[in-house]
T-cell receptor
Framework: AQSVTQLGSHVSVSEGALVLLRCNYSSSVPPYLFWYVQYPNQGLQLLLKYTSAATLVKGINGFEAEFKKSETSFHLTKPSAHMSDAAEYFCAVTGFGGGATNKLIFGTGTLLAVQP | DGGITQSPKYLFRKEGQNVTLSCEQNLNHDAMYWYRQDPGQGLRLIYYSQIVNDFQKGDIAEGYSVSREKKESFPLTVTSAQKNPTAFYLC?????????????FGPGTRLTVT
């Protein structure tokens, strides 16, 4: 069965510092992986996704993630944090459980705080 | 603009009452999903539907019911049997298929039951 673990439920960085949000996955088949962002009291917005075309994936708002099969990781990074990056971030993996469509298995989320 | 709408944004109910949350999409997606979100627990799948008039239970379906009479609509009813209904509910939709198809989310409904 597929699963996702996000290490660190809360991460705090200073404005301008590197953002690193960790995600490890477990999958018995080659996975598709996603990062979503959620601002308070809003829905989730896709940041980026891994489709096996390239191991380094660039997304919106300056974020990127690298797929490392040997480490079963898909960590999210951004070189320089902005105050507007403060939000909750979710990693998700496709859950191939039969049927005609994907189910997504979500991690428990990482709340990113950005200090001025 | 294409997207998913959920209404209302905030909903208050008394314990013992059923309540229905609305979800509409104009993305022409075949698949639709309902999630429940609680602090520190991520998103948990309640129900999903791949085609009109068909739906499957997710991981936490007890106390909930859904219908899919139209492709663009997937309402969720929180019944009085749901032991802890206060939560943030998110509806999503996607292209049908087992590929790298992301899900698109609505803005959510926050339900408070007292």
């Amino acid at each position: 069965a597929q699963s996702v673990t996000q290490l660190g439920s809360h991460v705090s960085v200073s404005e301008g510092a590197l953002v690193l949000l960790r995600c490890n996955y477990s999958s018995s088949v080659p996975p598709y992986l996603f990062w979503y962002v959620q601002y308070p009291n809003q829905g989730l917005q896709l940041l980026l996704k891994y489709t096996s075309a390239a191991t380094l994936v660039k997304g919106i708002n300056g974020f990127e993630a690298e797929f490392k099969k040997s480490e079963t990781s898909f960590h999210l990074t951004k070189p320089s944090a902005h105050m507007s990056d403060a939000a909750e971030y979710f990693c998700a993996v496709t859950g191939f459980g039969g049927g005609a469509t994907n189910k997504l298995i979500f991690g428990t989320g990482t709340l990113l705080a950005v200090q001025p | 603009d294409g997207g998913i709408t959920q209404s209302p944004k905030y909903l208050f109910r008394k314990e013992g009452q059923n309540v229905t949350l609305s979800c509409e999409q104009n993305l022409n997606h075949d698949a639709m999903y309902w999630y429940r979100q609680d602090p520190g627990q991520g998103l948990r799948l309640i129900y999903y539907s791949q085609i009109v008039n068909d739906f499957q239970k997710g991981d936490i379906a007890e106390g909930y019911s859904v219908s899919r009479e139209k492709k663009e609509s997937f309402p969720l009813t929180v019944t009085s049997a749901q032991k802890n209904p206060t939560a943030f509910y998110l509806c999503a939709s996607s292209i049908l298929g087992q590929g790298a198809y992301e899900q698109y989310f609505g803005p959510g409904t926050r339900l408070t039951v007292t």
